[in-house]
């Protein structure tokens, strides 16, 4: 006589068990990640005209529908976002470089902003640290632009905050 056993499904859900030592870690990325941000913002002194000195932050913790982005920069030159894995809750940033500004521009503003990424995640003990937080799309995408137009143009919101740097002096 042939027994039949049920089998079990297991339910899958967005959220994560975060261990203790994935929150430190986390911390470390975030740190570089608002790190990374400020200069981001610094390099943007430079230029003349507004729009190229003008930028949006993103907050998406305060919006529902993300679940997997945390924070985001986005400028006319790059966009960088912090966002988390939902297989084990690390955070990870990312680096997308927009065609048009490397096209106009050329890449030296775009190469000072992964020097310092890089500085801010290297592992200066030689452990793993957060080098792996790391990642750079060496594509242009012609997308940042319309993305960060689009959010110029639909304004602030709850999440979304928007701000224009001063020029620096000469």
Known sequence: MKTQT???????????????????VNKE????YTLMVQKAVSLLTKFDVNKFRTYCEMEHTKNEQNTNLVKEFLCYFYNITLSMSPKDGRFYIFVDFGQEALEKFGSNLTNQLL???YEVTQSNDNTDGIEYALRVNFLPSEQNHNFFYRRIAEGE???????????EAA
């Open 6 to 24: 049920k089998r079990t499904t297991q339910t899958k859900t967005q959220f994560v068990a975060i261990t203790n030592d994935v929150q430190l």
């Open 29 to 32: 990325v975030e740190k570089a």
């Open 115 to 117: 020097r310092y990424a």
């Open 157 to 167: 919101t709850d999440y979304v905050s928007i701000a224009t740097v001063e020029k």
